[in-house]
């Protein structure tokens, strides 16, 4: 049997947990209704729309990828610490695209120089961070959008990250009136707004989602299949996860309603009902993300949020067991420094040659597809109030699929530009004046979901029935 089964899902998320334990997950608020106005942007008149940030590393140079296609319309440029390598990125980027990208403009920034980062989110409406892992140097370009009055998006997958900024920044953000979006990348639009676009298709009150994500190679497989800043990105993720419980204790201080029938936790081994595939629960950030996702609805528009679980689904048993057995060594090893260190300094002796320095080739890249099943029960009828109780259990399912390819890179960096443009053409369709939000809670009444649609995802209803 081959490894790669085992580490796929390393490849569509930044800080996948590759283990069968499912974290406690209490969402309870930070989200406050306070009117405001729209965010005027003050910086319309700025050198840039967009800046790409980080551009001249893997994920980095997949962004300016897409931006040749997506933002060919609006003023973009690319920044970094090294003249040199984000010259060169211009070159390779431009050669792929077939195109000459030498007058795009280069902005040199580096996270250890607040001013320099200053200096670029002065520079642009919109900064594009892909400069990761963004635990380490994510707070520092975040600060900087925040003194400069810049929105933002990235593709932190990482949990404390993304709970621990809106924490501390999302109120200053909407008195600043900018965009602070993270999980823009696979972790976590295909979960978020494949929730969004279930509900909307509802026609209904959803009483719970459930979704299994599947990954499938084509063709030729190889080794090195993960690149290290991934790699690093969970490493860093798992050995602090202990962080989490204390940030959630003060970020959703607030009772959510008790939305009953409880959706109950599947065995931690499996069988999915959609497609009878051999699964474990999903560690990445998308049950984290749908919550707060529904939590922001349900304080900004009265609205019962839904329960969500996710989950992961393999091509057998033996692979199955196999994540189960590997995942448990890793969390072992990433608990001690020791551990950490050799993690971090052998990558492909513990990953046993699926993580390189290099990186996937593009060929592996796009013989990578993912489809993420959404199953969600509810109501045929509304209540007046979330805090009303059905007295008969849910009548409806819809069964809904979101697919792509090229989770990791391609799809992600979509979906990261999509999210940047989106905040330039749509605000006013936006919640709020700003914010630290999550992608359902910022574009949801947006034509996000479309314009995915447009370049290479799919998103589509199965079926729908009555129970």
């Known amino acids: 049997m081959t490894l790669l089964p085992i580490v796929i899902p390393l490849l569509a998320v930044q800080p996948l947990l590759l283990f069968p334990l499912v974290l406690p997950l209490r969402m309870s608020a930070a989200w406050t209704k306070k009117a405001c106005t729209k965010p005027t942007a003050m910086n319309m008149a700025r050198r840039l729309d967009v800046i790409i940030f980080g551009a001249s590393g893997f994920t980095g140079k997949y962004a300016v990828l897409e931006s040749v296609k997506l933002l060919a319309n609006m003023k973009w440029g690319i920044a970094g610490r090294s003249q040199n390598k984000l010259q060169d990125t211009l070159k390779e980027i431009g050669e792929k695209a077939k195109t000459d990208l030498s007058h795009v403009p280069i902005v040199l920034a580096d996270v250890n120089n607040q001013d320099s980062l200053i200096n670029m989110a002065r520079d642009c409406r919109v900064i594009v961070n892909c400069c990761g892992p963004y635990r380490l140097y994510g707070e520092p370009v975040l600060k900087a959008c925040l003194a400069e009055r810049t929105h933002h998006v990235d593709v932190s997958g990482e949990p404390q990250f993304l709970e621990g900024m809106q924490l501390k920044y999302h109120e200053a953000a909407k008195e600043k009136g900018i965009y602070l979006i993270s999980a823009c990348g696979f972790d976590s639009i295909p979960a978020d707004m494949g929730t969004v676009f279930l509900e909307q298709q509802f026609d209904g009150v959803v009483n719970s989602v459930e979704s299994y994500i599947v ?124 551990g950490r260190q050799m993690l971090l300094n052998h990558p492909k002796l513990f990953s046993f040659g699926m993580v390189s320095h290099e990186g996937p080739s593009d060929e592996a890249m796009n013989n990578t597809h993912f489809a993420l099943y959404f199953e969600g029960k509810g109501w045929e009828e509304k209540l007046a109030s979330p805090e009303d109780k059905y007295t008969t259990p849910p009548n409806k399912v819809i069964r809904t699929k979101v697919a792509g390819t090229n989770p990791g890179y391609g799809a992600t960096c979509v979906a990261l530009v999509l999210c940047g443009r989106t905040i330039l053409e749509e605000s006013d369709k936006m919640p709020g004046s700003g914010g630290f939000l999550t992608p359902g809670a910022a574009f949801a009444k947006t034509n996000l979901i479309n314009e995915l649609c447009k370049n290479g995802f799919t998103f589509e209803v199965l079926s729908t029935a009555k129970l």
């Open 215 to 338: 990954s499938k190679q084509t063709g030729r497989r190889e080794l090195g299949a993960i690149h290290y800043g991934t790699w690093a990105s969970a490493v860093h993720a798992i050995a602090n996860m202990n962080e989490v419980g204390e940030i959630r204790r003060k970020l959703f201080a607030k009772k959510m309603p008790d939305v009953k029938p409880k959706l109950p936790e599947r065995p931690t081994l499996h069988r999915s009902e959609q497609g009878n595939k051999w699964s474990l629960p999903f560690q990445g950030a998308d049950r984290s993300c749908v919550a707060r996702t529904q939590r922001f609805f349900y304080e900004t528009e009265n609205k019962r949020p839904l329960q969500m679980r996710a989950y992961i689904s393999f091509g057998g048993l033996a692979e199955a067991l196999a994540v189960s057995f590997v995942g448990a060594i890793f969390w072992m090893m990433v608990k001690t420094n020791f």
